[in-house]
Structures are given as structure tokens and as C-alpha cells.
């Protein structure tokens, strides 16, 4: 069967991959074990969660939103054939590498883009919002199916799928009570918090999670590190801006407007494509809830509007609230959303691979905001509004 | 002679309501009849007979399933607008008032909803009318009290104030004498009596109070379960037995002689009774409540002798000897205790 | 009885008292806001005196005063409809919110929306522009009309005020279901907006939706205002008034009209605000003491806007740089008034 082939290959690389090992793979921190070698990785920027490994298991702890240990959900990911280990009694046990799963979330997709397991998803939450090439081929030749999202899972659907894992997202309402009935049914379901990130290579680094659940780790970690290597090449060439051109993100609704906090992650991008935030200094990952008010003086005055909202043209930004029209960046239309790169059924790839491309996103902006060091960019997830 | 107007007639009218399915539930009627100025009428039946209804369906408040109505010869839909009978007939409801923030004054300003401004602005021609309604009424003294301040006899007088202050021919009451203490009743009906003779306005009332009605009324409408109606002068009506016989239907006894209805019936031992004053009434009356039916004297094999005066004597004459009393109770206690 | 003249002197001085109220209050929502601006500075800006910063020129000019006469109009506009349905209902508790007309407002709304756009719900109402504005109006008010004549067809039945009460509530809950039932197959990130659509705002009403709310508020004012008379029948109940000349179905009909334009309009621009229904009039009948409508209407707008205009500036959070949605200051100012009206229990018929 396909999925065996795939597991015997991936275990032949891996035992091949052992001998090359570069500077870059750690040795596991557990009991050396020279018997069966394999690739592991490293976690540096993202905090939510972390991979020990072991002799045909790796153990892994995601985090709750503070990065402390309490509330931490725990997973065991035991190679197949082999037995469980004792002494993790919360810990929930994923069979690896799996061969098929569900995913919940656009970022998912993009994860499994990333190193080319897309086939591999056999259900989607939702079926709207997609961009891969090839998950739309599935969904059309009936292999991936629509499960439902939160509160609409189809529990008996997905009994009968039987995935390998079920990927969903955590937030406060989904605790892993939610998905006892499926847990039960003996298909594990792995909480994740990627959005939780608030740096961009954080937020993208969470591919290697993914990496450890089908043994691609090796992959991974090459393409993850020309991710980090580009963008910081890029962040240094951004210092080299003179000037830190003043950027306002969102869209007021009746009169309040979230705007991102200073340690958020559209902060951060701002900071590291050389731009000016005025709630740069301010604390959190979250949002500020202000008054269009409060924030007024600073959105008439700012060089640039980035990520706009659900517009797409300059009419659709005054039809919502003629009063925008005053602001500076509408009338020298330095206007960009992060929706250039939408497919037909509407499905916005910024938050697909976007997510895991942080580097390229960082160019986008630093296109936008100091043409001058990127003359050759061609933006691929923004565009100008006209 | 008061000309007497006809202000409202009917003919062959079926006062009633539509079932769910909208078939007919008569209750009233057919009926003729005439409500003339200067009049009061007084319409009396056992209850669920259909005295609301019949008054509902007069004043227009519901539509009639037969018949036709005419209040002062009118001919035509329009006539019959609400807003045309606002002029015509006022009424008196037994809907509770249930926004007690209104002052007395207040509501019996709306009385002159039918002819007020546009915006409700009162004149002075509706002030005067006003005034003289409450003044008719006697209520000035808590013009300014909320209603939900008023005791029900007083509030009553204002719902009536109001009806008054519409100023209109016709008036209609839905038992304006229930909840009322005696006093209150008594001057209620005094007034309707009054100002049909003093206004000249044919006044409708639906009542329980047999004993005042029959005072009061100049003409009695009997209504009976199953619709029939019979009309007429009060005293005609008890002197022909009609009275007797609208009641006896329902297992109650009229007694044409003292006006009033018997409580008691099924008398189980005679008793002479000797004497004509106001003692003597008085005295039947309490002997009937022991249970005595009470003869002429010297037919029973006791007699009571009663001698009337300011301090009245009776004289109790029995098979065993004569004793005297000075109080009834006394004369009952020896009644009770040689169980005669 | 005439008013004695201490009684009108006692009247006039309480009139002039709230007029007061109303233009401190007008100017103190204006003068505050999460950027501080000096009092001279916003008087140069609302004198149209030449100069000062632009940045207060628009804040001023775009943000709070369009915000304040969206006070104004909120304030006249829910409780007049709050006084009209205590009338037709003869229960001092009810008001739009309560008997759910507010909700067939937003159900109105959230059905148009579906119909017409291509993303759901009512994230799209800001979308709109002039056209756009009249279509929500029309909806809005065709929603709270609809759930009016359904109250008003089960209140026949109920005789009962305290049942009425309890069935506003209910009706109320399965048009917010029914909203829900939407939202649930809806995008998550709407979920959102919706929340925060529910929490009512007085911020987001500009330009050509201020015009079209005012014309639907004032158009809502007077048919009321013109309606008083009859009002006042209908205090006494259905059946005195037809005695009186009022046309029962006509009374309901216009009743129903105003208070559509009135809730539905102002609910499809700000989102459901409660609790001023209820509570204004009720003042304005104890301030005026008069069961009037010729004075109580507008006793009404007078008193609403000044409530409406202190829950704004109260709302701002003085100081502070967040605000909260005008629905929470509402309710923590009106239902404590409720309270105390029950407990009072002088001015309540329900007990009467």
C-alpha cells in the first residue's frame, strides 16, 4: 500500500539522513542512542511548543499562551510498531508517521504545502477557503471531505474517515473535552496554537511540528532554515532604512478599532520591515481596544495603511466610512492590502502559505515601505489599492 | 311631558358571538326594543344569560349576529363610526382602569375626547362640562388623587363622571353597582335616576341589584338564559308574574307582596302571627328565619301578639300559658328552648 | 383643575432645569473623548473659526459631533417608541427592546443582508452607502413592525401584563435564535463584528446614514406627536377608547408605524440599545406628573436625549483611551431604574 511505501522510504531516509548530519541537528537531549539514528530538530523561535526525542518516540508539549507549563497538553508520538512508553499517563499517543489527517485551519494546509504532504489531508473543516492546488483536486475528486468546524464537527463523519489525526486549533472553547467522543474512537487529536505566535518565524516554525508527526524533519529543517536565513538577510537590510515610514493596520467597526499591540505579530513585521508603529512600545500579542477617536490623530497623519480588511478598491473604503477618505495615506493611495494573491473561489493565500513563508511577506512589505532596497520585488501577497 | 325621543331602536336583533369556526352562538334575542329619553332602563338576568353581551352589542362595541340597530335614526355606515356614536353613547365598563398614574381629573377629561382639539387641547365650553360632571358625580374633592389612590366606589363615580362629561344622549353601564359598598351603590343609582330626569338621557344599566332596580328603573328589560327578553314597567312586570317566573326558574322564590326574594322555604311548623306595624313586619321576618310559617292568628296552635310602640311587646300564647317579652331575641330564645 | 400657579411656576422652573441638562449635556459629550482637546479649541472648530489643528478639526467635526447627534436621535427616537407601546400595552415595563421589536429590527436587517450580499450577516450593513442606507432603514423597520403585530396578536389572548412581559421576552429569543442560526454557518471571523454589533454603537452613524436616520426618526416623532390624543384614549383600555371614537385598528396600525420607523431605524444603525424605552418615560411621567401625551412626547425626547447624551459621555470612560458599547451603560443605568420603579411601586399599574 502507498501509505507503507511511504513509511519504508521515509524510514530508509531517515537511517541514510543520520550520516550526513549537519551543525544544525542537535543531538536528542534524552539517552544517546546509537542504534537507530534519526533526524531531529530544534525549536528557536516559536514558544508554544517543544519536541523531546527519544528512541522511537518523540515527546511533545504544547503550550499554553504564556509559555508555562501549566495547561500544557501533552503527545506522544510513538513510531508504529513499536510500544508505547510508560510514564506519560496524560499524554495522548499518536501513532507516526501518519498518513492521513484532518486539518482545521488555512495555516494547516499551508504547513503540509511546505513539505509536500498535502495529499495527505483527507478532511478539511471547511471547505471555503482554500488554496493548495493540490487539497482542490482532492476535494473535487471526492478524496477530502468537509468535517465541520468547531461546534459543527461531524463526530460520526469523521469515526468513519478514520484519519491518522485530527489537527485542530486550540482556543478556550475547544479543550480536548470537545473531541473526547473522537479520542475515544482511537483518533487522536492534537490541539495546536500556532496562531497564539507572536513573532512571524515563531508563528512559521510551527511547520516542524507537523515534520515530526510524518518523520520529515530533515526536509524541514532545510527549507525552514532558508526561510530564517532569507528573512533575516532581509531585517538587516531593512536597518539600513533612514527613515521609519508610519503605518496603520485594520479597519475601524462603529467607532472601535483593534489595533495590534506592540509585541503583537503584525507589530513585529512592521518593526522588522523598517517601519514606524506608534503602539509599538505598548505591551501584548493581542489587540488594543481603542476608540476611532484615539486612534484618529495617528490614521490621519500615516504614511502608509496596510491590511485594510475585506476592501479591495478605494470606493470600497469610503462606501464603508466616508471619513477615511481624509486620512493621508488614502489621498497619496499608499494603500495596501494583504489580499493580492486570492484565488477564484475567493480563498485569500495570506493566511495559507503566507503563513509559513514569513520571509516573503517581509519583502512584500519592505517593497512597500522602502522600494528603494528592493527595487526588483514584485509584491506577492499585497497590492495597492486603487 | 318629556317628549320622549326614541334615541335607539332595534329590530329582530341577535346579540351573541362567533365560535372558533365561526359559527353563530346567539344569546340574546331576537329582540325589539326602545330606549327612549329621559329613561331609565335597567336590564336584569341571571348571570351568563348575557347581559354584557347584549349591552356590548348595543353600544357598538361588538357586531350583532341579526337585525339591525338604529340610534337616533341613523341610516347610514358612516353614522355608525365609532367616532359618530362617541357623540351618541357613553358607557360605564367594568374594564379595570389599570394605569393608575391617571388623575381623577384626567380621565374624566377624556369624556371629551369626541369633541376636544385635534391635539386634545380642551376649551372652555369642555372645562365647564367637566367641572359640572364631577360636580354631578360629588367627586371634586379627589380631582387631583390618582386613580390607583381611589377606593373602588370612588373610582366608580369617575368612570361615571367621565360617561357624564361625554355629554352624549345615550349612556350604558355594565354593572356599575358590583364591588361598591351599599351606600355607594345607593347613590350611584340615585344619580342615574336623577340625571335621566334631569338631562332627559336614556340610560341603559345592567345590574344585579334587584331591590334598587325595582325603585328606580322606569322600565326593566329580564333577560333569560336562552335569549328571551321580556320588557316592561316594573310594577306590571311582578304584578303579572313575570317577575316571579324569570326567577323561579332558577330555584329562587319572589315574593310579589314584600318586593324581596325569600331565602327561606320548606317551613316546618305554623305560627300565628297578631298585629300590622312595622314590629309585626319585622317579627315575621325573623320567625321565618327560624324556620315558622307564619299564619293569622288563632289558626296555628301558637300565637304571637304584638303590640308596636316605641318599645315594642310581644305576648307569646302557648298550649301551656302566656309569656312576655320585650325583645325578639328574647321571644326567639323561648321559641328554641320549649321547641315549639 | 386649572394648575395653581405655584404648581406652573414649580413646572416652568423644571422645564427650564432640563433644557439646562440638555445643553450641558450636548456639550459635554462633544467636549470630551479619549484626545484631549481644549474647550476653546472645540469652540473655535464647532464656530467655524479659521485655524487650529486639523487633526481636532476632524475629530471634532467627524468623529464626536456626528456621534452626539446620533445621541440626540437615539435618545428622542427609542423613547417615544418606549412610551407608545406602554400606552398600547398599558404596561409601564415594555419598550421595544423588551417585547422584542428591537430584534425583528435586526432580524430584518440580517435577512436583507443575506439576501442581498455575498458575505453574511450584518458585517455588511457598513458597507453600505446612500442606497444602502434606505434598504437597511426599510428592512429595519419592516422587521420590528412585523414582531409588533405578533405581539400584538398574542397580547389579545394574554390579559395578563406580567404573561405580556414574559411572551416579549420569548418572541425576542427566537428572532435572536433565528439571527443565530445564521451566524452559526457563517464565517467565524463575522462572529465577531456581530458581538460587536449587539453591544450598539453610537459611533458609526455618518454622513449620508445621519440623514437618512434623522429623516426616519423625525418622520417617526411625528406621526406620534400627532397621535396624542389617541394615545390618550387608549390609556383606558381598547374598549373605552372605541366608545371614545377611536378606530381601533386604525390606532394600532399608526402605532405600529411609528414605532417601526422609530425602534427599526435607529436599531439598524446603532444595534439593539436598551432600557431607555422603559426608563424615560416613566421620568418624564413623574417630572411632568401628566398622563398626557401632547406633553409626555415631548417630555420624552427632552429627557431621552439628555439620558442618551450622559450614557455617551459616561460610556467615553473619561480619561481613559477604550469605551464601553452604549447597550452596557444603558442597561446599567436603566435597569437599576427599573428596580426602583418596582419598588416603588406607586407609578406601577401592574400592582394597581
Known sequence: MTNNRFFYCALLLTIFSCKERTAQNTPPPAVNNSDSPRVTTTIRYARGFTIDYHDNYKLVHVLDRKGDLTDTLEYLLVQKGHPTPDGHAKAQVIPIPISSFVAMSSMHVGMADFMGIAERITGLGSLQYINSPIVRANIKAGKTIQVGLDGNLNNELLISLHPGLIMAMSNPEATTAKYKTLMDAGIPVILNAEWLESTPLGRAEWVKLMAALVNKEDLVNKKFDSVVRSYDSLVQLASQAKEHPHVIIGMPYKGSWFIPAGESYMAHFIRDAGGGYKWADTKGVGSLALNFEAVAPEALTADFWLNIGYVDRKQDITSKDPRFASFRSFSTGQLYNNNKKTNDIGSNDYWESGAVNPQVLLADMISILHPELLPGHTSVYYKQLQ | ?340 | MQLTNNQRKRKDIKLAALCLLLIGAFFLDIALGPVRIPLRSICRIILSLPGGDSTWQYIVMQIRIPKTFTAVIAGCGLSVSGLQMQTLFRNPLAEPAVLGVTAGASLGVAAVMLAGGSITTLYTIRELGLSGSWLITIAGCTGAAGVMLLVILISKAVKDNIMMLIIGVMVGTVTLSIISIWQYFSDPELIKDYLMWTFGSLGGVTGAQLYVLGLATFLGLVISFLSSKMLDALLLGENYARSMGVTTQRARLIIICSTSLLAGSITAFCGPIGFIGIAVPQMARSVFATSNHRVLIPACCLIGTTLMLLCDVIGQLPGSQAALPINIVTALVGAPTVIWMILRKNNLSIFG
Open chain 2, 1 to 340: 311631558m318629556s317628549r320622549r325621543q326614541t334615541l335607539l331602536e332595534t329590530q329582530g336583533l341577535e346579540a351573541g358571538y362567533r365560535s372558533r369556526r365561526g359559527k353563530p352562538v346567539p344569546i340574546a334575542g331576537p329582540l325589539s326594543v326602545t330606549i327612549r329619553a329621559g329613561q331609565l332602563i335597567c336590564l336584569l338576568g341571571p348571570n351568563g344569560a348575557g347581559k354584557s353581551t347584549l349591552l356590548r352589542t348595543l353600544s357598538g362595541l361588538q357586531p350583532s349576529l341579526a337585525g339591525s340597530i338604529h340610534i337616533m335614526g341613523d341610516r347610514s355606515p358612516a353614522q355608525r363610526s365609532p367616532a359618530a356614536l362617541a357623540k351618541k353613547i357613553s358607557l360605564v365598563l367594568t374594564d379595570p382602569v389599570r394605569f393608575s398614574n391617571l388623575t381623577a381629573y384626567s380621565l374624566v377629561a377624556l369624556g371629551r375626547y369626541p369633541y376636544s382639539g385635534w391635539l386634545g387641547a380642551l376649551k372652555e365650553e369642555d372645562r365647564r362640562i367637566i367641572a359640572w360632571a364631577m360636580e354631578a358625580t360629588g367627586i371634586e374633592a379627589y380631582a387631583q388623587r390618582k386613580i390607583g389612590m381611589l377606593s373602588d366606589g370612588e373610582s366608580q363615580k369617575v368612570m361615571l363622571a367621565r360617561a357624564l362629561a361625554q355629554d352624549t344622549p345615550l349612556m350604558m353601564l355594565d354593572e356599575p353597582t358590583a364591588h361598591l359598598d351599599l351606600p355607594s351603590r345607593i347613590q350611584i343609582m340615585q344619580l342615574l335616576h336623577k340625571m335621566a330626569r334631569q338631562t332627559q338621557k336614556g340610560i341603559l344599566l345592567s345590574t344585579h341589584e334587584l331591590d334598587l332596580a325595582l325603585q328606580v328603573a322606569d322600565e326593566l328589560w329580564l333577560l333569560q338564559t336562552g335569549g328571551r327578553l321580556d320588557r316592561g314597567v316594573p310594577e306590571d312586570l311582578v304584578l303579572n308574574g313575570t317577575f316571579e317566573s324569570v326567577f323561579d326558574k332558577e330555584g329562587i322564590l319572589f315574593d310579589k307582596r314584600t318586593g324581596s326574594f325569600n331565602i327561606h322555604s320548606g317551613h316546618m311548623k305554623k305560627i300565628g302571627l297578631a298585629g300590622s306595624g312595622v314590629a309585626a313586619f319585622w317579627t315575621k321576618r325573623a320567625l321565618q328565619r327560624e324556620g315558622f310559617e307564619v299564619t293569622a292568628a288563632g289558626v296555628a296552635a301558637s300565637d304571637i301578639r304584638v303590640e308596636e310602640g316605641v318599645t315594642p311587646i310581644w305576648i307569646l300564647a302557648t298550649s301551656s300559658g302566656r309569656q312576655t317579652f320585650d325583645s325578639l331575641s328574647g321571644l326567639l330564645d323561648a321559641l328554641r328552648n320549649q321547641s315549639i
